[in-house]
C-alpha cells in the first residue's frame, strides 16, 4: 500500500526510494498530517529531500516532530533534523 496521502499512525516505517511508484526523486512532504509526494523541481541546486521532509515535519507538528538520520547522503538531514 503507498502511503502518499496517508496520515501517518503508529510506528511503520515507508521507504521512499529515488523511483518511488515510477516518479524520479520526488520529494515527501507532510501537511495537515497528510504526506504527499512533490513532483520534483530542477532549481540547479543540490537536491536535499531528507531536509525538506524534516522541514515540512517540524512546520506541521511543531514540538511533536522527532527525526532520526541512521545513514545517508553527504550532509543531507542535517538542516531538516536542527529544524526539528
Known amino acids: ?22 516518479r524520479h526523486r520526488g520529494r515527501v512532504l507532510l501537511v495537515n498530517g497528510c504526506l504527499h509526494l512533490l513532483e520534483p523541481v530542477k532549481t540547479g541546486t543540490i537536491n536535499l529531500p531528507i531536509d525538506f521532509f524534516f522541514r515540512s515535519l517540524s512546520e506541521d507538528r511543531g514540538e511533536k516532530a522527532i ?7 553527504a550532509s543531507d538531514g542535517t538542516i531538516g533534523v536542527r529544524t526539528i
Open 1 to 22: 500500500m503507498s502511503p502518499v496521502g496517508a496520515t501517518p499512525r503508529g510506528c511503520p516505517v515507508w521507504v521512499f526510494t529515488p523511483h518511488h511508484q515510477g
Open 67 to 73: 527525526g532520526i538520520i541512521l545513514s545517508g547522503t
